[in-house]
């Protein structure tokens, strides 16, 4: 019965950290239609900006965390008007490609520039440390991410819902001409949205160096995950991508646990596949 | 009309330009051909999951290189003396990517053979490239160097023109079994159960397979067997497998970011099995060992070398001056200093036979036994298939940061802690 | 995209002139100079063209965007190898099984997965290719994440398997790219792949008009995985090892639709053309820079992609079109300047 507790809550905590992964996916990809095949390319990113603030200039994950956010909110920006502002109103494939190329591109130039090496930050003020509730273990890093992700998650939920600017996001992501005879500049809507998407992915990344090693090839599977995630969560629904990050970790750690660490994935990709036969449109999706 | 044509004459100028690269870009290497040299090819995984490694090995030959050509009287290794060998030829490398896919590395091999027209190849550090590489090299009749594959099978080939340096995944397996009986006779260890952790690719399994074999054959019963999928986001259910099975021991094949992850996650879950052993993975890496700081302790693992050997290869810390310059001062590891040994060997056969017929140099490298400081017990001899029968190991302990001799106890410097100091002690 | 505007760019029947030049000159090459290099990515070319055309089937003309082909593609690899390695036979049955199963296996996993549209459906088809990836790395019969590596066997046609010289695999690339280019030009014309297009144009309207937009879908899918795995099949007696990353992974499934589209989807020539630019670009930058270890050809791959992508959403068929647009339009300005500067 502990074992399972303890299982669960470890998923639930690497649950939280795909959510706030997916978030940033969920809203880009429900504004604009656009996957960002990089995403998880911009997850790396953050992360070494938050390795090099603490590795040269000594500050802690949690502060670089802002640090990280900002930065991926610029990279988002630039990357929208660089790139996907020509593939707007295009077939989808064709952001797909680019971010694509996009993801290799940085992936390849963080390699060239901070080398291979794998960086793990030592002497952060969180790492390695637990907090015993019982018998049960809490590692307090990723604790810490998980509350992150809930107030990160939650502030944009209200951002989206609760602010003019939010309903003029929804007004832009129902209807382009529309919102612009409505004198919204959907061209700000759509740079501020990639930049906030790249934000929510930043934070994420800047505070995981505290307890998970950098390295040019990290994003990968978390970007992956995130896809399904926001898909299974359904078309831009910020609540469906948090439940299906939830719900993708907990599956992730019985899977791993109950049946064999390798059918982890399989179990993860098998539950989207199972959501979506059923649900065609994700567990919140219309 | 006019940004149309200025539109289209970019692009015309861009597809020159890109034409102009690729059209006379390879030819350049060609111009050296008049020379007196021998060219060499290299395949390593330079991008990708084992980059790291990859580049570290590229050094690790391009060291071995600088001593062959050049006069380093200082340095106490055969060919360092004199420039060049065979009376003034040079070796001059021809570098490729496998990017760490089999059929990059086999692609790469044609090419470096017809191509780049080398003479021999050395590679590819993952297994899984240097089987359909050395499978190019041996189809044209050219040598096939591999330092550092750990796979046996790769010289239960019966290839000809294949030869390894490293010791086998089979050889340490039994390695590690002895070092637990050995436990178990010296420090009344009792440990009865195994766990084995390894990455779910052709390494890990491959090194999973031999370690059950000789956990078998030794009296031990493997309790779990934990395969994973090399770049997790997560270890947790995987730790909390071997915490549920609870092993005395846990043999572990697990490279790079994971081995990190793996070991924090250990510590974060308060597992710790009383005695940890792995193979050629991210335990012996210094800067993983270096960064996980305190929690990388009292964990063991088999290796070629480490800069804590220098009592018992003095010769090496020469070269390692020249390696470090190229990796921003990183030591030699296990890995990487098997491949200049590679290079030195060859090296020393082409020289001994006396020309450059592949067959003669062959039959050299088959009939002699190698002197070769920079390889632990100082010696290389290859047996039919081509694996180094004198290829040793030594399994280490890394004890307050340092890699600590353990085993064999005739070589050790240190005492093992046994079992490991649980986590809250340290 | 639209075929007819190709066609129009290269008259009427245009890639057909050029597909019947290149017939004709292509068995020729190898004996231009016996270069195993050019040779090597002649026959990727071919082998990543066939391919793309079989993904150009169900992705291009029927407008299902699948990221799933790796998986058939690994099927068809995993036929030939199991045929080879385990049983020892030459791999002809194993090629045949695999086309059999790649389709099976197609029409079972697209049938559910139809039903979603858009991005939904084609993260499920990663979701699939993850499944088999990780499925197959644990899958001892086929040889798990050891793959499987060939034993040296006699060489010839009756083996598929050269070993000195590139010839045999070249003419065999060949053929695999002739059965997948002939295909795909009788599809064009054939009133099936009318219905293909239908599909693709609107659903609805499809079906309106007494077309079984379901039924179609997945014929279609089944004759892309079976071409898919013959490929497959091609690519492990070419590489002589398999193993799930190399086969069955998103890299492999991306480069089905890369080629395609960059060529220009829904082509005929397009996945040649993506091919014949993207192959040599990927091989030569690799020789040129990979060496060097920074992943310098990488970057540039990646910015190359993203420069065509966004500058020329229709691919590469997209940029001759341009050019031969922009002549005409010079042409009739000429024309007309020399109009008036007739008296």
């Known amino acids: 019965m502990e074992t399972l507790i303890q299982v669960l809550i470890d998923g639930l905590l690497s649950g939280m950290v795909y959510a706030l992964v997916a978030a940033g996916l969920c ?250 036969f059923l649900r065609p449109k994700g567990i919140f999706g219309w | 009309m006019s940004r149309q044509v200025s539109r289209l004459n970019r692009w015309i100028v861009c597809l020159a330009v890109l034409a102009l690269l690729l059209g006379f870009g390879p030819r350049v290497g060609s111009a050296l051909a008049a020379e007196k040299v021998i060219k060499i090819g290299t395949i390593f995984p330079l991008t990708g999951p084992v980059a790291t490694a990859g580049q570290r090995c590229q050094a690790a030959v391009q060291t071995a290189v600088e001593i062959i050509n050049g006069k380093h009287p200082d340095i106490k290794v055969p060919l360092a003396k004199q420039e060049g060998i065979l009376k003034g030829y040079k070796i001059v490398l021809v570098h490729a990517d496998s990017q760490g896919k089999p059929d990059v590395g086999k692609a790469e091999a044609e090419r470096l053979l017809n191509q780049e027209g080398v003479w021999a190849l050395i590679g590819s550090y993952n297994s899984a490239v240097s089987k359909p590489a050395s499978f190019v090299a041996e189809r044209m009749k050219r040598i096939f160097m591999c330092g550092s594959s750990s796979s046996a099978a790769l010289t239960q080939r019966d290839m000809k023109y294949f030869f390894r340096l490293a010791p086998t995944d089979a050889t340490e397996s039994v390695d590690f079994v002895e070092v637990l009986k050995w436990a178990n006779k010296k420090n009344k260890a009792n440990i009865k159960t195994l766990g084995v952790i390894y990455e779910n690719s052709e390494f890990g399994k491959h090194a999973a397979e031999e370690a059950k074999k000789a956990a078998a054959a030794g009296g031990f019963k493997v309790v779990t067997d934990v395969p994973f999928t090399p770049g997790a986001t997560n270890l947790n259910s995987e730790v909390q497998t071997l915490k549920k099975a609870n092993p005395d021991a846990v043999f572990g094949a697990v490279l790079g970011a994971d081995y990190s992850l793996w070991v924090r996650t250990m510590k974060q879950a308060n597992f710790l099995p009383r005695i940890v052993i792995n193979y050629c993975s991210g335990y012996q890496d210094p800067v993983i060992a270096k960064q996980l700081g305190g929690d990388a302790n009292y964990f063991m693992g088999s290796s070629g070398y480490s800069p804590q050997f220098a009592s018992l290869m003095p010769e090496v810390a020469a070269v390692e001056k020249i390696f470090k310059a190229k990796t921003g001062g990183v030591p030699f590891d296990g890995n990487s200093i098997q491949e200049a040994v590679a290079m030195l060997v060859l090296a020393q056969a082409i020289e001994k036979a006396g020309s450059l017929d592949t067959e003669k140099v062959v039959n050299a490298l088959n009939a002699n036994t190698w002197d070769s400081p920079l390889s632990l017990g100082g010696k290389v001899k290859f047996a039919k298939g081509g694996q180094n029968i004198l290829a040793k190991s030594i399994v280490t302990q890394l004890q307050d940061g340092q890699y600590k001799r353990i085993f064999p106890e005739k070589m050790a410097d240190a005492k093992i802690v046994f079992p490991m100091k649980p986590w809250d002690k340290r | 995209m639209n075929p007819k505007e190709a066609n129009r760019v290269l008259g009427k029947d245009g890639p057909w002139l050029v597909f019947a030049a290149l017939l004709f000159v292509m068995p020729f090459v190898p004996f231009v100079g016996e270069n195993s290099f050019r040779m090597h990515i002649m026959i990727l070319i071919l082998l990543f063209a066939a391919m793309s055309q079989a993904w150009n089937i169900i992705g291009g003309y029927c407008g299902q965007v699948s990221f799933g082909h790796s998986v058939f593609f690994g099927i068809g690899a995993y036929g030939a190898g199991m045929a080879v390695v385990a049983y020892g036979v030459p791999p002809w049955p194993g090629i045949l099984t695999g086309m059999i199963v790649a389709a099976a296996v197609a029409v079972i996993i697209s049938w559910p997965c139809f039903k979603l549209s858009g991005h939904y459906f084609a993260i499920a088809t990663f979701a699939i290719v993850e499944i088999f990836n990780r499925g197959f790395l644990v899958w001892d019969w086929v040889g798990g994440a050891l793959g499987l590596d060939y034993p040296l066997v006699e060489e010839g046609l009756w083996n ?123 091989e030569y930058s690799r020789a040129l820079w990979g060496g060097l270890g920074g992943g310098v050809d990488l970057i540039v791959f990646g910015l190359l992609i993203i420069i065509i992508v966004v500058k020329q959403p229709a691919g590469i068929i997209g940029i001759i079109r341009d050019i031969g647009k922009h002549a005409a339009r010079r042409r009739a300005a000429g024309k007309e300047e020399a109009d008036h500067g007739a008296p």
């Not at chain 1, 505290?210 to 078309?235: K, Q, R």
Request: proline share 3%.
């Open chain 3, 160 to 282: 598929l398997m050269w070993h000195d010289s590139k010839t045999g695999y070249y003419y065999c690339a060949l053929v695999l790219f002739l059965i997948t280019f002939g295909l795909v030009r009788w599809l064009e014309g054939h009133r099936f792949g009318y219905y293909l297009r239908a599909v693709r144009e609107g659903q609805e309207t499809a079906e309106s008009l007494g077309v079984n937009s379901t039924a179609v879908k997945l014929a279609a899918m089944a004759l892309s995985a079976a071409l898919a795995a013959l490929c497959g099949a091609f690519f492990v007696q070419y590489n002589l090892r398999v193993d799930p990353p190399m086969v069955m992974s998103l890299d492999m499934s991306m480069k089905f639709v890369l080629i395609t589209v960059l060529g220009g989807s829904g082509t005929l020539v397009g996945p040649l053309l993506g091919a014949t630019v993207l192959i040599p670009l990927q």
């Open chain 1, 27 to 276: 809203i880009i990809w429900g504004v604009m239609d656009v996957i960002n095949f990089a995403h998880g390319e911009y997850l790396m990113v953050g992360m070494y900006v938050s390795y090099w603030l603490g590795f040269l200039a000594h500050v802690d994950p949690l502060v670089s965390v802002l640090a990280s956010g900002a930065f991926v909110f610029l990279l988002g920006a630039l990357t929208y008007k660089l790139i996907i502002r020509y593939t707007i109103r295009r077939p989808g494939l064709v952001a797909l490609l680019a971010t694509f190329g996009l993801a290799m591109f940085l992936k390849n130039l963080c390699m060239n520039r901070f080398s291979p090496n794998f960086r793990i930050l030592s002497d952060t003020w969180l790492g390695g440390k637990t907090f015993l509730v019982g018998s049960l273990i809490l590692p307090v890093p990723q604790l810490a991410a998980g509350i992150l992700s809930l107030v990160t998650i939650g502030l944009l939920y209200a951002l989206i819902n609760g602010t003019r600017f939010g309903w003029a996001v929804q007004a832009t992501a129902m209807d382009r001409e529309a919102a612009e005879l409505m004198g919204i500049n959907t061209e700000r809507i759509y740079v501020l949205i990639f930049g906030i998407g790249g934000a929510c992915v930043g934070f994420a990344g800047g505070i995981m160096p505290s307890y998970l090693a950098v390295h040019p090839e990290v994003g990968s599977m978390f970007g992956l995950i995130a896809f399904v995630c926001v898909a299974m969560g359904g078309f831009g629904s910020i609540p469906g991508a948090f439940l299906a990050g939830l719900l993708v970790g907990i599956v992730e750690a019985l899977a791993g646990f109950y049946i064999a660490p390798v059918f982890k994935y399989i179990a993860v990709f098998g539950l989207y596949l199972a959501v979506v």
